[in-house]
Each structure stands twice: as structure tokens, then as C-alpha cells.
């Protein structure tokens, strides 16, 4: 099957650097990607679309100077947390859809990436 | 907009104890329906889908049906082990965006 790798799976950072987290389609190649926030003990948000050759669509709420998103190629996108605050320690988390031409609706997911800001 | 509701958590059970995980969408036109596990430390996986009513998704002796009379997509399991502890995702794709939309989870326990 499709495979989405994701680097750092852990990093710790101080209060006010930036950090970068690397999305990659290992096996296919992936125009979309998809950036997601998980809280503790709670659902999947969507931050953002990442598209390959265009800017990236941030969902309502989400900054896109604080989150920068470039999709570079066919298989990487990433994410940085820029001047990261202990508030956005998290679990990001990625996804690629595989169009196959039939299950193009089908994600696969990064094992995810925890950021904890200190 | 799309929206997922499921049964909230968490749900301990024994081990060999059916298992039902209820799920419930708002959506317009024709979504596709998935289910979604998280073991612990670990990223979503695919568990099973469902891309048009009545469709039956399964997967690991777990099924889910797509029922559009009652906009559901409840998970089931006859008999559960203790590796199937984790956290159950409900999800849409299509209706009203080509985004997924995620219920708000549910964590399973199976003591053994």
C-alpha cells in the first residue's frame, strides 16, 4: 500500500524558534496534501491544503504566517511552525490522498510529528 | 457543511465482547464514509470504507454499513481482542468538499 513518512516524529524546540516538519509520498506521487492538528484526547483538525506549484488554503482560523506550508515537489510537502509558542505543541499529523482513478477519496496518513515547545 | 458525530468515549469491554461504535453525518450529495484507528503513539490508519449506500465496508473482522435512510456508518465487531485497543475515527469525504471530516473519536479498551 501507499506510504506517507513524516520527519521528526518528535522535536523539541524553545519558545520562539521555528521549526520544520517534512511530509513525503514515499511510493506515489501526491499533487495534495493535507496538514492536521491533534489535541489530546481529541479529534483530527485540518489546518491546511497543501498543493504542489501553488499556495497552500489555510482553513478558517489558522495563521498562515505562524503555519508556513510548501508543497516543493510531487512528494514532499512541509510544514513550518514559525516563532512557535508552547501553545502549539502538538501532534501534527499529514495525509496524501492516492488517485488512482477510482479511490481517489482514500488518505493516507504520516505517523505524525510531536512538537513540544518549551 | 459536513459534520460527523460518534459516540462519545471511552468504551471498555472485555475481551471476546461485541463491540458497536455508533456514527452519524450531516452531509449533501453522495460522501464516501471510512472508519479510521489510531493505536497508541502511532498515525491514523485505514480501517474500512464505504463509498455508496448500503455499501459494506470490512476489514480485520470489523464492518461497517453505509445506511443514507439513516445517514450512519455504525462500526461493529462481533468479538473483540485486546490488540484492538485504540482510538476509532469516523470519517467523510465529498458532500459539500473534497476535505475529511472527523468525528471526534472514540477510545477502546479490551481487557484481556
Redo the contacts between chains.
Keep these: 500500500g501507499a506510504v506517507v513518512s513524516?520527519h521528526p516524529s518528535r522535536v523539541i524546540c524553545k519558545s520562539g524558534t521555528s521549526v520544520k516538519i517534512e511530509c513525503r509520498s514515499l511510493d506515489f506521487q501526491a499533487t495534495t496534501m493535507?496538514w492536521y492538528r491533534q489535541f489530546p484526547?481529541?479529534?483530527?483538525m485540518?489546518m491546511a491544503?497543501s498543493n504542489e506549484g501553488s499556495k497552500a488554503t489555510y482553513e478558517q482560523g489558522v495563521e498562515k504566517d505562524k503555519f508556513l506550508i510548501n508543497h516543493a515537489s510531487l512528494t514532499l510537502s512541509t510544514l513550518t511552525v514559525t516563532s512557535a509558542h508552547p501553545e502549539d505543541s502538538s501532534f501534527y499529523?499529514c495525509?496524501a490522498p492516492l488517485w488512482d482513478g477510482g479511490?481517489g477519496?482514500?488518505?493516507?496518513?504520516?505517523?505524525?510529528t510531536r512538537l513540544t515547545v518549551t | 457543511g459536513n459534520s460527523v458525530t460518534q459516540m462519545e468515549g471511552p468504551v471498555t469491554l472485555s475481551e471476546e465482547a461485541f463491540l458497536t461504535i455508533n456514527c452519524t453525518y450531516t452531509a449533501t450529495g453522495y460522501p464516501s464514509l471510512f472508519w479510521y484507528v489510531q493505536y497508541p503513539g502511532e498515525g491514523l490508519q485505514l480501517l474500512l470504507k464505504a463509498t455508496k449506500a448500503d455499501d459494506k465496508g470490512s476489514n480485520k473482522g470489523f464492518e461497517a454499513t453505509y445506511r443514507k435512510e439513516t445517514t450512519s456508518f455504525h462500526l461493529e465487531k462481533g468479538s473483540v481482542q485486546v490488540s484492538d485497543s485504540a482510538v476509532y475515527f469516523c470519517a467523510l469525504w465529498g458532500g459539500s468538499n473534497y476535505k475529511l471530516t472527523f468525528g471526534k473519536g472514540t477510545l477502546l479498551t479490551v481487557n484481556p
Design positions: 513524516q493535507f484526547k481529541q479529534s483530527l485540518l491544503t499529523i495525509s479511490a477519496d482514500e488518505q493516507y496518513f504520516g505517523p505524525g
